[in-house]
């Protein structure tokens, strides 16, 4: 035997509607509840919202539009995939700022190898990250992959930054981690950024995927 509740919204004490329940079963917070009453003070403004979930086949760069990074965050977080069409070319990841891409040394950049190499920095470069160290493969199973955090996209006190990690198999089919960091210099902290351009150095992107989050 087995029963069956129906519920369509769940209020508080106070008699605040604080969550709702739809058809299919999903529960959306409609206010916070209070971290007093046991709740965690979180509302449906709170958390990761995913803006952008796609696939990418053979095509010359990927763009993160101000479709997708504006003034809604502060703060992105994002997942990736990108295979080369060519073998050993570099993974760039160029800034827009008011539309246009930015192409003078406004940007800092560092990026370091778990397996002991050397780290590459650069201090004036138009860059905004690099987000290999080696030559990338473009074999089966080869390519980059990893996450990174986006900050300070609308400051106007505090230069937008990246910082990362990814697995990247290099030219060879051998595998290495990565650490990685890109920013906009102190002068340049009123630039509000509102798009990235990845694009390998040589070659287009065979294929690859791409996830966005907005971190309220």
Known sequence: MSSTIGVENISHTNGTVAATVSSGGAIALTSPLPVSSGGTGLSSASGMVKILDTTITNQADFVLTSSHINSTYDKYQMFYHFLPATDGPNLYAYAYVGGSRITSTNHSIQIFPLDGGGVTTNTSIDIFFRLNKYNVGNANG?????????????????????????????????????????SAKPSQRADVL???????????????????????
């Open 194 to 216: 509102n798009g990235i351009q990845f694009i390998f150095s040589g070659g287009n992107i065979a294929s690859g995927t791409f996830q966005l989050y907005g971190v309220a």
């Open 142 to 182: 080869e390519g980059v992959s990893g996450s990174a955090i986006l900050q300070n996209v609308n400051s106007t006190t505090a230069p937008y930054c990246i910082s990362g990690q990814n697995t990247e198999i290099y030219t060879g089919g051998l595998p290495v981690q990565n650490v990685f960091g890109g």
